[in-house]
């Protein structure tokens, strides 16, 4: 079980007048659904040049001070971040490998032109918003707190350069099931439009990424899928990742493949985590290229058996269909989940739950 390091800032208090009452909270945990509600409180620390990170508190979730010049309006210095606190049987709390969203929350900031947090900090800046917002955890099968840590570049300035202010937020959200079509796989829609490039941000999780996504999903739900696929900038034939996701495919020779992280695909901790249990489940794991023809031929030949995407959100996902622009689809597998899908699924949510022992460290208990 992981533990957790005195953090090098002390965090200040504030009163809330006017937290959400008992009723109205427990009426919204009753059917979450995905980033619609908001708990009470968030997490604020500043950054100024010269004196680093200072002032950390804890305080009232309320709308941010921005000045109309502030950097992130203008040149996008923004990153986050995506973690879930659960509820154990034991009527503790635990956190899911918070250290691995630190230190992936600093390679962002390193590649945006950001300062670094240390890592206990921001481990800690979690752990006191789920603290203070631990009412706000739903109980039922599935459900869990997302918290959403980001940094925005405040300083007012118009000029190409990194921001000399900077705030670090944590915010958190009640959230139920990721996908809300309740079938039993997911169908997907091969872009035409590219995430990332080489040299790019596509290994950074900034909002820039995200915001070029939407036309592409938005058409992608708009012929019946729930997700979109993008593919490499260069040859657009290697598949990639999806909108918020990582990708594996099973064969019927007891591997399991994933596109490697060349800088263009962001380094999920779902997939990292996925890969550790799979070893250990006696599959052999290939990080190689995977095109979107090789693909389509593995499903029809039926030497591909099952398809899945992973990500904190959503978990782990079958995809069982896959239709592309120039008219053509395929089907994998049955086109529902398979039990290479069900077994990675059940293990991992086991361990993150508490209901499976943790041997890989990855559990931090805060409450």
């Known amino acids: 079980m992981a533990t957790i390091a005195e953090p090098v800032l002390s965090f200040t208090r504030l009163p809330h007048p006017a937290p959400v009452a008992d009723e109205v909270r427990e009426g919204i945990l009753a059917a979450p659904g995905f980033g619609t509600q908001f708990t009470d409180h968030m997490v604020v620390i500043e950054w100024t040049e010269g004196k680093g990170w200072h002032d950390a508190t804890i305080g009232p979730r309320g709308p941010i001070p921005l000045d109309p010049a502030a950097s992130v ?46 890592e206990d900090v921001f481990v800690e800046a979690v752990r006191q918003l789920v603290l203070a917002d631990q009412s706000w955890i739903p109980g039922q099968e599935g459900a869990s707190l997302y918290l959403r840590p980001f940094m925005i570049a405040t300083e007012p300035f118009l000029g190409v350069r990194s921001a000399k202010q900077y705030k670090f937020i ?157 008219g053509t689809s395929f089907t994998i597998g049955s086109g529902g989940p398979g039990q290479t899908t069900a077994k990675l699924k059940d293990r991992l949510v086991a361990i993150q739950r508490g209901q499976m022992a943790d041997t890989h460290g990855w559990v931090m208990k805060i409450a």
């Open 73 to 118: 309006l203008h040149y996008a210095q923004e990153i986050f971040e995506g973690l879930k606190a659960y509820k154990h049987a034991d009527g503790s709390i635990a956190l899911f490998r918070p250290q691995a969203n630190a230190q992936r929350f600093n390679a962002s900031a390193t590649r945006l032109a950001m300062p670094e947090l240390p």
């Open 170 to 326: 944590v915010i958190a959200s009640p959230a139920g099931n990721y996908f809300k079509s309740g079938a039993p796989a997911v169908s997907i829609w091969v872009s035409e439009y590219t995430r990332a490039a080489p040299g790019g941000t596509g290994a950074a999780k900034c909002g820039g990424n995200y915001a070029a996504s939407l036309v592409p999903t938005a058409e992608a739900f708009a012929r019946g899928h729930d997700q979109v696929l993008f593919l490499d900038a260069a040859e657009h034939k290697w598949v990639e990742e999806l909108g918020g996701m990582n990708l594996f495919f099973a064969f019927e020779d007891g591997s399991l493949l994933t596109p490697p992280l060349s800088g263009t695909i962001l380094p999920g901790i779902t997939r990292a985590s996925l890969i550790e249990l799979a070893r250990e489940e006696g599959l052999t794991i290939r990080e190689e290229r995977y095109s979107i023809d090789q693909w389509r031929e593995d499903a029809a030949s039926g030497k591909l058996l099952e398809t899945f995407a992973c990500g904190t959100a959503a978990v782990v996902t079958p995809v069982g269909r896959v239709a592309s622009p120039d």
